[in-house]
Nanobody
Framework: QVQLVESGGGLVQAGGSLSLSCAVS????????MAWFRQAPGKDREFVSA???????FYSDSVKGRFTISRDNAKNTVFLQMNSLEPEDTAVYYC?????????????????????WGQGTQVTVSS
């Protein structure tokens, strides 16, 4: 049974940094495409970043240059380093995994590509 557990969320001031982790159990991360999505109150879930099993990375325009996604297959963990945080980054952040074929950049940003999801971790950025 595949499980994803996010950690690292919290409260930070604008301009600060947080590092999120997503620990995967039940299946090797080696061939997985991994992504981070977020959902703010009253808004739809939106794509943040993804990393393919080939280590290609993808970012939404709103976080490009500020967030960095990475993976450690040996630890079965994916990371999201978030710098220069803004109040607009406040949301619940979800980790997602898919072991299907590699998609286009647009495909990697689609929530319905990902079969497995974590429970989410809250990130709050104060102004």
């Amino acid at each position: 049974q595949v499980q994803l557990v996010e950690s690292g969320g919290g409260l930070v001031q604008a301009g600060g940094s947080l590092s999120l982790s997503c620990a995967v159990s039940g299946r090797s991360l080696n061939a997985a495409h991994m992504a981070w999505f977020r959902q703010a109150p009253g808004k739809d879930r939106e794509f943040v970043s993804a990393i393919s099993w080939t280590y290609s990375t993808f970012y939404s325009d709103s976080v490009k240059g500020r967030f960095t996604i990475s993976r450690d297959n040996a630890k079965n963990t994916v990371f999201l380093q978030m710098n220069s945080l803004e109040p607009e980054d406040t949301a619940v952040y979800y980790c997602a995994a898919d072991w299907g074929p590699l998609s286009t950049a647009q495909g990697m940003a689609l929530a319905n590509k990902y079969i497995y999801w974590g429970q989410g971790t809250q990130v709050t950025v104060s102004s």
